[in-house]
C-alpha cells in the first residue's frame, strides 16, 4: 500500500481500492495509537478499523496520513476509542473532532467489566492471540524500541486493538452478544463519564500556579521537624523509619502488640499505636505524618511554578475521581492549599452535603428528606431529634449508621473526631437513629438483601458494581464486601452529580475537582447552572479568593 500504510485482518479478496471506499464511506470507526511510550505521547502510528474484520495502519510520517485524519476530523463519523483521553491527548496536534466518539474503557468502567481492552474483549467471547495478551515492553525500553525492531508487530497490534475496540463497541452496544444471557443496556452514567473527558484533559493540560516561596517554606519547615523528631526518637532507642524497631522498643517498654499476619513483627500501624499513651508512639506517629507531608506534597512540588497531576476517570469503583503523579490533589491537607494560586481569582463551588441528601432520597427517608427541604443544619437535626448533646456526635452517626456502619465504626469515627463513645453508646444511638430515621433503616436493610441475593447494586444513574463471588463465599470476608457494596450508590450517585455539574458548566475554566468541590478560575458559573442535575435538591456553597486555601465564602 502507498505511503507505509497497511491494512491488517480479514480482509479476503479486497483491494486497495474498495479497502479505501469502505474506510472512507465507514459512519462509526474503531480507533488506536501507539506511542513511545504511556508518558511520551508522541505517535509512531495508529490504526483505523472500519468494521470488526480488519484495520488500516497509518504511520505518523506516512504520506497518506491525511486520509485517516479526514476521517478522524469529521464530526458526522464516530470515533470509537479504549481510552478517549489518552489518545485525544496523541492526536492533540492533529486538531482532531473532539465531539463525536464514544469510549469502551469508560463503558466497562461503568458496567464493571474487565477495564483493559483484551481482557474484555475475551470476557465478551473474542479469541484474543497469545502474541498480542503475553505482550510486555522490555524493561527500560520503550513501544519505539520495539517499533525499531519489529514494526509489523506493531503495527498489527494496533490494527487488532482498533478493530477490537471497534467489536467491544457493537457487542456491549447491541442485544445480540457474545456472552450467554447478558444484556447490557448503556446506563446515563455512562454518559456522564463520557461528557467529562474533555474537562479532565483540559484541568491536566492547564495545570495550578503554585506559590513557589510557600511551597520552599513548607519543605524547610517539614525538614526542620522530621529532623528533630528523628534524633529525639533515635534518643528512646529505635529509628522512626523502622516499624521493626519501634515495635521492639514499644514491646520493651511494656506494650502488648499484635503480631502482623506474617508474625516476623510487631504491628506498629497507626489504628494500632495511636491509642497508646506513649510519649514515643505519639511522636512516630507524628513523625509519619510530617514525613509524608514532606516526601508526598512539598517535595514533588519544589522548583515548580505549575502543579500538574493526571486525574484518572476509570480507577475508584464508585466512579468518584481521583489524581496521581506527581500528585494525588483529592488528599491535600487543607493548610497545604495555600500554595495553589489562581491565575485571576478563584471560585469555588461546594455541594453541601451531597452524600447524606443522596442517601435520604434513596432511602426515600421523609424525616430527613423534610429537613434538607426546609434548610435544616441536618446534624443539628439529629443532634435535637435523639436527644444528643454533641453536635460532633450526630455527625458521627450521620456519616457512619448511614453507611452501614456497626458499632465499631461509629467507635471508630468518634474517636478520629475526638470523641471517646463506650460500645453500650454507640448500640444505644445506633438503635435510636433507626428509630428516628426509619426509611434509612429500611434503605439499609433492602440494600443489604440485596447484595446477597443478587451479589450487585447500582447508583441512581446506572453504574454497576458487582460482589466479587470468592469474598462473598467467604465468611471471614463476606462482610466487609457488603459494606463495600452498600457505600457505593450512595458515593456513586454524588459523584455523578457533581460530575453531571461539571459538564454542564464545560465552557468555564476549571482548574481544581476534588470530591464534592470544583474550583473555577477567571469567571465564576451562575449558581443557575447547576440545578435540575439530580431529583433531590442539590444546593451549593460559593467561596472566592486568590488562593486554594484563603477562599472566603459568599452569598450565592
Known amino acids: 500500500m502507498p505511503g507505509n500504510m497497511e491494512a491488517y485482518g480479514n480482509i479476503g479478496q479486497k483491494d486497495l481500492s474498495q479497502i479505501l471506499q469502505e474506510l472512507t464511506s465507514a459512519r462509526i470507526v474503531g480507533v488506536d495509537t501507539e506511542t513511545i511510550s504511556?508518558?511520551?505521547?508522541?505517535?509512531?502510528?495508529?490504526?483505523?478499523?472500519?468494521?470488526?474484520?480488519?484495520?488500516?495502519?497509518?504511520?505518523?510520517?506516512?504520506?497518506v496520513l491525511y486520509i485517516a485524519l479526514n476521517i478522524l476530523r469529521n464530526p458526522t463519523?464516530?470515533?470509537?476509542?479504549?481510552?478517549?483521553?489518552?489518545?485525544?491527548?496523541?492526536?492533540?496536534?492533529?486538531?482532531?473532532?473532539?465531539?463525536?466518539?464514544?469510549?469502551?474503557?469508560?463503558?466497562a468502567y461503568t458496567l464493571n467489566l474487565p477495564q483493559r481492552l483484551y481482557n474484555l474483549s475475551m470476557h465478551l467471547g473474542k479469541v484474543v492471540e497469545l502474541r498480542f495478551t503475553e505482550f510486555a515492553i522490555a524493561k527500560g525500553e520503550t513501544m519505539m524500541d520495539t517499533w525499531n525492531k519489529d514494526p509489523d508487530f506493531v503495527l498489527q497490534k494496533c490494527c487488532v486493538d482498533a478493530k477490537l475496540t471497534?467489536?467491544?463497541?457493537?457487542?456491549?452496544?447491541?442485544?445480540?452478544?457474545?456472552?450467554?444471557?447478558a444484556v447490557y443496556n448503556i446506563p446515563e452514567s455512562y454518559y456522564i463519564d463520557h461528557d467529562i473527558v474533555h474537562i479532565l484533559r483540559?484541568?491536566?493540560?492547564?495545570?495550578?500556579?503554585?506559590?513557589?516561596?510557600?511551597?520552599?517554606?513548607?519543605?524547610d519547615e517539614l525538614v526542620d521537624q522530621t529532623g528533630y523528631l528523628r534524633q529525639l526518637i533515635q534518643t528512646k532507642g529505635c529509628d522512626p523509619n523502622s516499624n521493626m524497631q519501634v515495635g521492639v522498643v514499644l514491646a520493651q517498654r511494656g506494650w502488648k502488640l499484635p503480631y502482623t499476619k506474617t508474625r516476623k513483627q510487631l504491628k506498629v500501624d497507626e489504628k494500632t499505636i495511636r491509642d497508646i499513651q506513649?510519649?514515643?508512639?505519639?511522636?512516630?506517629?507524628?513523625?509519619?505524618?510530617?514525613?509524608?507531608?514532606?516526601?508526598?506534597?512539598?517535595?514533588?512540588?519544589?522548583?515548580?511554578?505549575r502543579a500538574y497531576t493526571h486525574y484518572n476517570n476509570t480507577r475508584v469503583i464508585t466512579g468518584r475521581l481521583s489524581s496521581s503523579d506527581p500528585i494525588n490533589m483529592q488528599n491535600i491537607p487543607g493548610y497545604f492549599r495555600v500554595v495553589f494560586l489562581a491565575d485571576t481569582n478563584f471560585f469555588s463551588y461546594d455541594a453541601s452535603q451531597i452524600e447524606l441528601r443522596t442517601i435520604a432520597y434513596l432511602a426515600q427517608d421523609k424525616i430527613m428528606m423534610a429537613a434538607f427541604r426546609n434548610g435544616a443544619d441536618i446534624h443539628k437535626e439529629t443532634m435535637?431529634?435523639?436527644?444528643?448533646?454533641d453536635r460532633r456526635v450526630a455527625k458521627v452517626l450521620n456519616f457512619a449508621v448511614a453507611y452501614l456502619g456497626e458499632e465499631e465504626t461509629i467507635i471508630e469515627n468518634a474517636r478520629e473526631a475526638n470523641i471517646r463513645l463506650s460500645p453500650q453508646e454507640a448500640t444505644d444511638f445506633r438503635n435510636r437513629y433507626f428509630q428516628t430515621y426509619t426509611g434509612i433503616r429500611d434503605y439499609v436493610y433492602s440494600q443489604r438483601e440485596q447484595i446477597i441475593k443478587y451479589g450487585y447494586v447500582t447508583t441512581l444513574f446506572g453504574r454497576v458494581r458487582k460482589a466479587d463471588p470468592i469474598r462473598m463465599a467467604n465468611p471471614h470476608s463476606r462482610e466487609a464486601v457488603i459494606r463495600e457494596l452498600f457505600n457505593m450508590p450512595v458515593q456513586g450517585t454524588a459523584a455523578e452529580v457533581v460530575k453531571k455539574m461539571m459538564a454542564r458548566a464545560a465552557k468555564f475554566d476549571l482548574r481544581i475537582q476534588v470530591h464534592d468541590e470544583m474550583v473555577y478560575d477567571g469567571s465564576c458559573p451562575p449558581p443557575s447552572m447547576f440545578t435540575g442535575?439530580?431529583?433531590?435538591?442539590?444546593?451549593?456553597?460559593?467561596?472566592v479568593g486568590k488562593s486554594w486555601g484563603d477562599l472566603v465564602e459568599i452569598k450565592v
Do not use: C
Request: aromatic share 12%; glycine share 6%.
Open 384 to 389: 435535637i431529634r435523639l436527644g444528643i448533646t
Open 166 to 181: 471497534l467489536w467491544s463497541w457493537y457487542e456491549l452496544h447491541s442485544p445480540g452478544h457474545a456472552v450467554p444471557g
Open 77 to 107: 463519523i464516530t470515533k470509537v476509542f479504549h481510552n478517549a483521553k489518552f489518545d485525544y491527548d496523541v492526536l492533540a496536534p492533529y486538531g482532531i473532532d473532539e465531539s463525536n466518539f464514544e469510549d469502551t474503557e469508560i463503558l
Open 533 to 543: 442535575l439530580a431529583p433531590f435538591d442539590t444546593p451549593l456553597k460559593l467561596s
Open 278 to 305: 506513649d510519649p514515643l508512639a505519639q511522636s512516630v506517629l507524628i513523625y509519619r505524618e510530617k514525613a509524608k507531608l514532606k516526601s508526598t506534597y512539598a517535595f514533588p512540588l519544589l522548583g515548580l511554578e
Open 202 to 219: 483540559h484541568m491536566e493540560q492547564v495545570g495550578v500556579k503554585l506559590n513557589q516561596e510557600s511551597v520552599n517554606e513548607f519543605y
Open 38 to 63: 504511556l508518558e511520551n505521547k508522541q505517535m509512531i502510528g495508529l490504526a483505523i478499523a472500519p468494521n470488526t474484520d480488519y484495520a488500516v495502519w497509518f504511520p505518523e510520517n506516512s504520506s
